[in-house]
Every structure is written in C-alpha cells, then in structure tokens.
C-alpha cells in the first residue's frame, strides 16, 4: 500500500501552457547594422514578411518588415544604408514564462518572446499556440476521465474511506464509510473527524506523521481492520487518509484461534510452520521496512537473487542494512535451511583471520594447548557465509578467499588436505572495491568473483519517505522490548529527522530512537528532546577524537619503528571496538555481540589499552 497520494500536478501542469514550453527556438532574426540591401535578399531567400532585429547581445529591438524595405527603397534611401532607423520599435514582445490563455489570441502570425533580459530566445506562431492548446486538452480530458473512474471506484468498494485535510478536517468520505457509519456525507464533509468517526486516531497521525497499518479498531459495535495514512508533501503533512476494511477480521481471529488451539496442543505438524534454526528470529523481507522507489528496487533485486546460488555483492554505506538484507536473502534462499554464518573481516585482527576463516587441526601452533576447530566455511557448509566489511580483508587472506570460490574447498591451517564445502557467499562493503581494485588494494579477480550479482542499498538522506515509517516500526519494536507503554512522537520531531543528516543511516536511527526512549520520561518525545539528545550531543563528539587522534603522533614519535606498527595495529583495533561501543549507545554487551568476542573480552582489551596508554 502506498503511503503518499498521488496528487494531480503529476496528470496536469499549469506550466504546460507556458510560452517557454510552446515557443519556437530554431528562428531568424537580423542585426541592426543589416544593411537594407541585405535585408531585402533576406526576405527575397526566406519568403518571410517580418524579421526581429537585435542588437550584437542578442537584445530585442523590434521588428522589419518587408514593407519597411520597400518604404525606404521607395524614399530613395541608399542600400548601403542600415535598416536601424526603419525597424517598427513600438512592438511589445512576450515574456517566456507567460501563459498561452493569457495572450490569445495572437494578433499576428508570429510573436517575438523575450527572457528577464529582454534577450531575444524564441518565437511563438499561431500553430504553436493551436498545438499548446489542444495538447492541455487531450490532457484535461485524460484528467477527467481519471477523476471519473477514481470517483466511480472510490464510490463503490467496500472499503470505507475518509480524507481529510492537515487540521483534521474532513474533505471526501465514500459511501461504503457513511452507509457504515449512518452519517450523512454532505453533513461530514468540513466536520473534524474525530465529530464523524468514534475512537479515530486519524487526527493523531496528522500530528506524529507516521503510518498505521493494519490496527484493529472497535467501530459501531464491530471490529475492523483501519490504515491512517498522512500525506506527505515537501516535508510538510498535508492531509491523511483512513481506509477501512470490514471484512476479515472475525476470519482472522478464527485462523488465529485454531493456530493457538494447535500450539497448546503442542501439535505444529499441522500447520507446516518451518521453526527457525537459530535462537534469532528469522528476518525476512517483511523486516525490511520501506515504501522509497530505491528501497523496493533493491529488494525485487534481491529477491530475485536470493532464488540463485550466484555470489553476491552487496554494497552501501555503514547502517544502510546490507546485513538484514543478507539475512532476508538467506531465509528466501534453497540455502535456509541450512547455517546462516557472518564474519565481520574488519573487526578479525589479521593474524587471526586465516584460522577464523578456514580453522585449524589440532596442534598446528607450536606450543598451543589448542584442539583443533572448524573454520567459518566449515561451519557455513549447505548455508550462507556472510563476509562483512570485504573492502577491509587483507590481501593476502582475499587470494585465500578466491581460491575457496573457485575450488569450494577448505584446507585448515596445519591440515594436510582440503574439505569441499557447499555453501552460498554474500559479501558486503561500504568501501569502493573497484576504486580500491585501481590502486591495487583489492584484488581484481576477485572483485569480479563476488560482484557476480551487485545489489546497492541507497543511503537513507535518498530516501527520506522512508523515515517515518522507521520512526513508527522502531518507536513500537523499542518500547515492547523494554516493556514501557509505546510512546508518541510530536510530528517536528519526526519532521527534524526527515530533514536530519544520519550519517549512520538507519543503524544511527535506530540508536537515536532508542536514546530518546530511554532519555525521555514523557509519553512524547517533542522537538526539544531530539534536540537536546541528538543534534546537541552528538556535536561533542568527533572534537574529543582529534584532540585524541593529536596526542596519540606526539606519543608514537618516541617509539622504535617495530613499537609504533605495533602502538598503530593496537590503536586500530582500539578505535574499532570504541567505534562499534558508540554505534551501540555504549552497550557493551551489545558491542562485544558485534565484534564477534565475549563481553570479558571486551572488557580485558579496554583495560589493557588503558594500561598501555593506547
Ligand atoms: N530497511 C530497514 N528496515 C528496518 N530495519 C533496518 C532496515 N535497514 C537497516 N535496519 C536496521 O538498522 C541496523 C543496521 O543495519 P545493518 O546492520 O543491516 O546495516 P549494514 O549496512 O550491514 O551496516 P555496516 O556496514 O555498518 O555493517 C540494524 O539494526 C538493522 O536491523
């Protein structure tokens, strides 16, 4: 369903009648220091009767005729002489921007037009106008005709629906709602709405500007099924629409009723409900949220991708959601049943990365107590592996890497031979491989490899629309997570954050929302609080990393070279993990989650970077 409307400037333009769409560009005109002989050959070569004259900038200066010439030929004017002092300067061009309804009809054939400089830029014949005219017309019609059938169909679904203006104010219910409601339409119309429909929560998405689908709602003794539509235009909400479904609801409660009777008695069998693998809840392009042309796009490509077994390179900034995209992929894929594995190859320290990747054989490091274990492929056999961050892999590990592609086979560090592995391998960056191919920091070929089907997640400032309905998802998932009554958020706020940068987009969003949740004790988070908690907070941020970033030179310069790859190495990792602890509202737990390591060790590596003054 769509959550904007369509609105009749896209089916009919007023500037379709203005004179610069209309005009002629392809003209003649003369210069003023035309001679009279030369204007003379001019009508004679051209079969024309009047010309305009301007001046060597193109200026407009009026207008010659063929009787102008003869006048002055007949006044024994020389030839030689110019044609400035015969050109009729008393001639009134037209403005482009003009409009065709308002200077019709032409008094003459053909009308000089003229832009805010006066600066001669087209002409306008008498069929130039007849075209411009009868094109509005087609159009009108074709409007008309679309008015009629919305009319028709609006008038006669069964859906009850109800539009109503950015104060609440009704401005169009059908049939189906007033027969429904018992109301007469004439007397609805111009009535705010919460006078013509009980228990409405139209006028409160006027003021949150965020979409409710689906919501059950008590109405004339029967449940119904309601969608509140704001609609958006320019950053500003002009109206809503309510839409009503009568039907299904009572079917929808017998459906759930059987499926509760059957989970009591323990019984899925019946009902063929596939239960996840893992502990995590199974994402799928339902949790993918967003209406923007580019966000469907890029899910129809994926879904289609995810019915191959092709690599695929998934490619966007940080937080766009090339991770939950994978995982929707991997759910949709002939691989879901099998192991969905991610390795996230910036946040690995390089020395560790081949043995994560590819595992080891028990007693393949030298006076390491360690038993052998599977590496990441391994685990991924008949799933998907997700390598994250790919830009970010080392090149030596990314020849590694395309030899497993190409022979789908692993070999432990320490092994002596290679174990085939089946699995499906979705990688994903936020770094610009073919840039990155050119100055030799990835590797061509395998570039080519992983790119085999490139899927792109646009940033969300592309696609502000899709805001709000984040803000609406998010607002209800966060606060059912933390079992707190679902908060309101005023509709400045929701428009601050379609106009804020998020620099990292959703993911960024998301964190935002929750520090709201958190921070505000009220039902509502106002403008202030997005204020005050967001754009106010986040300001002091990237100032403590420069003066830390400053420091850090000074120190590394009293180091021997072998210390400072070392300080450089540590300083790098640190920097991840504190990135990572940012991005997850200082959640540590949460963090560690991320960085693929247990919390203690999230906790032991911040203590010896302390230590170390890192
Ligand atoms: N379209 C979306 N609808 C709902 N949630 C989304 C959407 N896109 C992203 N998210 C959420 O935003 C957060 C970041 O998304 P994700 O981890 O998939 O981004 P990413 O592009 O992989 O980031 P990075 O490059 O930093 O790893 C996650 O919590 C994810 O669930």
Request: hydrophobic share 35%; charged share 25%; proline share 4%.
């Amino acid at each position: 369903m769509r959550d904007h409307l369509v609105d009749h400037d896209e089916l009919f333009q007023q500037e379709e009648l203005e004179i610069g769409r209309r005009m002629k560009t392809d003209f003649d005109a003369l210069l003023y220091s035309t001679t009279l002989k030369e204007a003379a050959e001019f009508f004679i070569t051209t079969k024309l009767n009047e010309v305009s004259v301007v001046d060597h900038d193109r200026h407009y200066l009026g207008e010659l005729s063929t009787a102008m010439v003869m006048e002055a030929v007949i006044q024994g004017t020389p030839l030689e002489e110019t044609v400035e002092l015969y050109y009729d300067s008393t001639v009134e061009p037209i403005g482009f921007h003009e409009i065709l309804s308002d200077i019709s009809p032409l008094k003459k054939a053909s009308v000089p037009v003229v832009n805010h400089e006066n600066i001669l830029i087209g002409m306008l014949t008498q069929s130039d106008v007849l075209e411009g005219f009868s094109q509005t017309y087609q159009k009108l019609k074709q409007l008309e005709n679309t008015v009629e059938w919305f009319h028709i169909s609006y008038d006669n679904i069964y859906e009850g629906i109800v539009v109503v203006d950015e104060n609440g104010y009704v401005k169009m219910i059908n049939k189906a709602y007033c027969s429904y409601l018992g109301i007469d339409r004439e007397w609805a119309i111009g009535q705010h709405i919460i006078n013509v429909i009980e228990g409405t929560r139209l006028h409160i998405v006027l003021q949150t500007g965020i979409p409710e689908h689906n919501q059950v709602q008590f109405l004339k003794g029967q449940e119904v099924v309601a969608h509140r539509i704001p609609i958006w235009k320019n950053n500003k909400i002009i109206g809503g629409i309510g839409i009503l479904v009568f039907r299904g609801v009572s079917e929808l409660y017998r459906i759930f009723d059987k499926i509760q009777d059957l989970l009591n008695k323990n019984d899925l069998k019946h009902l063929h409900i596939v239960q996840p693998k893992s502990k995590d809840e199974r994402i799928t392009f339902n949790h993918i949220i967003g209406e923007s042309k580019s966000i469907i796009h890029s899910k129809y490509l994926a879904r289609r991708a995810a019915k191959s077994p092709a690599t695929i390179l998934i490619t966007g900034e940080s937080g766009v959601g090339k991770e939950i995209f994978t995982k929707a992929i991997h759910s949709m894929s002939s691989y879901q049943e099998g192991p969905f594995i991610s390795v996230n190859c910036s946040s690995i320290p390089e020395h560790l990365l081949e043995s994560e990747l590819f595992g080891y054989e028990e007693g393949a490091f030298t006076g390491s107590r360690r038993k052998g274990k599977p590496g990441k492929f391994l685990l991924a056999h008949k799933g998907t592996i997700f390598l994250d961050e790919i830009g970010d892999m080392p090149l030596e590990m990314q020849a590694k890497i395309l030899r497993v592609l190409q022979e789908r086979e692993v070999e432990p560090v320490g092994g002596t031979k290679p174990i085939s592995v089946d699995f499906r391998l979705i990688a994903a960056t936020n770094r610009p491989l073919q840039e990155m191919v050119k100055q030799n920091k990835f590797r061509e070929d395998l570039y080519y490899r992983l790119n085999v089907i490139p899927i792109y997640i646009p940033p969300l400032r592309e696609r502000k629309e899709d805001i709000p309905l984040l803000i609406g998802h998010y607002m209800k998932t966060i606060c059912q997570k933390h079992r707190i009554p679902i908060k309101d958020i005023s509709k400045e706020t929701v428009s601050a954050m379609m106009n804020y940068e998020w620099k990292g987009n959703i993911r960024e969003l998301v964190n935002a929302l929750e520090r709201l949740i958190a921070l505000v004790d009220g039902p509502v988070i106002h403008y202030n609080d997005f204020k005050s908690y967001i754009l106010e907070w986040n300001l002091s941020l990237p100032q403590m990393e420069t003066q830390e970033s400053l420091s850090d030179i000074d120190k590394m310069r009293e180091l021997s070279p072998l210390e400072n790859i070392k300080q450089a190495e540590m300083k790098k990792e640190k920097e991840l993990y504190l990135r990572v602890i940012r991005e997850e509202n200082g959640n540590k737990t949460k963090a560690a989650q991320r960085l693929g390591i247990c919390r203690a060790t999230l906790y032991n590596k911040l203590q010896e970077f302390k230590n170390k003054d890192i």
